[in-house]
């Protein structure tokens, strides 16, 4: 599905951008493409008969799809960008049609892995998967995010003090850890504080509901706003420019595209270590072990409260940003293609008429 405004669509539309600027040409081809975008790919049942032995065929995999057939019948060159696939122990519970999906993702990569010609990996860790299952070639490559949609200016935290996260309302990203330190936050270092989850619950309306009775039971309803819907470009723009602090409590991230979305805001991140967090933060941001509401709490509270530390947690934000820009990503991309016999068609010479 090429969906609006989520992270891997954007990611696709980006990288085809890359791609036509270094010369190719390059095509979306998506099973269900969203209204707002239908000028942006083509149906995935025209693909067979659009591709040679001389192509690429780059496979955005982060769910099961009936689309893996096709990348199995290409003729041309396989490309797996694997974007992680969450593990279905999270949705077990929550929902039984994510979990089919995630575990036909996992067959999936099992048999495509070992067919690539090149796998490509948003981060290291996200690699692990697909190294266990054969993969040959490999390379990392982070995603391609476009930042400017966002208008990225230096936050003006707001009073009082916005705790932020943003990320889809699922179990993997325990939303309700934030709710529980919000809870202890309030109790202790800031009692004014609070605390925005800022994500859509497409999938996910008992855990939404189960977000919403925690922050009910530890006294702190008023002081949560979940609005669990997607926001637009300009709402989630004006959440990052208000926040004082962007936290992530996160047990599996195979990226974490708001990470750069809060180093673009100047937004300081405290987060949990796990996943590919470490990796991407690249040190430029609080790493927490502990589970412990009030450890996270004091730490929260001494981030929003001591403006040089803030300060120098922004500047290596905004330094690290620079390892994720666009034409560091679209070098390593031509080259990874070049790995693999994949060039740009040679430019017909201009003719000059009189």
């Known amino acids: 599905m090429l969906s609006y405004g989520d992270a891997i669509g954007g990611a696709v539309l980006r990288m085809r951008a890359m791609l036509r600027g270094l010369g190719f040409r390059s095509t979306i081809y998506a099973d269900l493409i969203d209204r707002r975008l ?42 797996i960008v694997y974007h992680n696939l969450t593990p279905p122990e999270f949705y077990r519970g929550t929902s039984p049609r994510v979990v089919y999906w995630l575990e036909r993702g996992e067959r999936e990569l099992q048999r495509l892995a070992p067919l690539a ?30 930042l400017g949609r966002l208008a990225p200016r ?16 699922a179990p993997n990203k325990r939303q309700e850890e934030l709710i529980r330190v919000i809870a202890a936050a309030r109790a202790t270092t800031l009692p004014e504080a609070r605390l925005v989850l800022a994500g859509s619950a497409d999938d996910t309306g008992g855990y939404l509901a189960g977000l919403h009775a925690l922050a009910d039971r530890l006294g702190v309803a008023g002081s ?47 987060a949990h270590a796990a996943g590919a967090v470490p990796e991407t933060l690249g040190g430029a941001g609080v790493l927490v072990k502990s589970r412990d509401p009030l450890v996270w709490a004091e730490l929260v509270g001494r981030v929003v409260g001591d403006g040089r ?42 003719r000059w008429g009189r």
Do not use: K
């Open 38 to 79: 239908s000028r942006e790919a083509r149906p995935a049942d025209e693909l067979p008969g659009a591709l040679a032995r001389e192509d690429a065929l780059l496979y955005h995999l982060s769910i099961g799809s009936p689309l893996a057939r096709l990348v199995e019948a290409s003729p041309a060159r396989r490309v």
């Open 117 to 146: 010609d090149l796998v490509v990996g948003d981060s290291t860790y996200n690699l692990e998967a697909p190294l266990a299952a054969g993969a040959r070639r490999h390379t990392v490559i982070p995603p391609p995010v476009d």
């Open 154 to 169: 230096p936050s003006a935290p707001a009073l009082p003090p916005v705790v932020l996260f943003v990320g889809r309302i």
């Open 224 to 270: 949560v706003d979940v609005p669990g819907r997607r926001l637009s470009d300009a709402e989630l723009g004006a959440q990052y420019a208000q926040a004082s602090v962007f936290a992530c409590a996160s047990d599996h991230e195979g990226f974490c595209i708001p990470l750069l979305e809060a180093m673009a805001f100047s937004v300081p991140v405290v």
């Open 309 to 350: 530390l803030r300060g120098e947690l922004a500047a290596a934000g905004r330094r690290r940003l620079a390892a994720f820009s666009e034409e560091a990503i679209s070098a390593r991309l031509a080259e990874a293609l070049r790995g693999i016999g994949v060039s740009p068609p040679p430019r017909r010479p201009r």
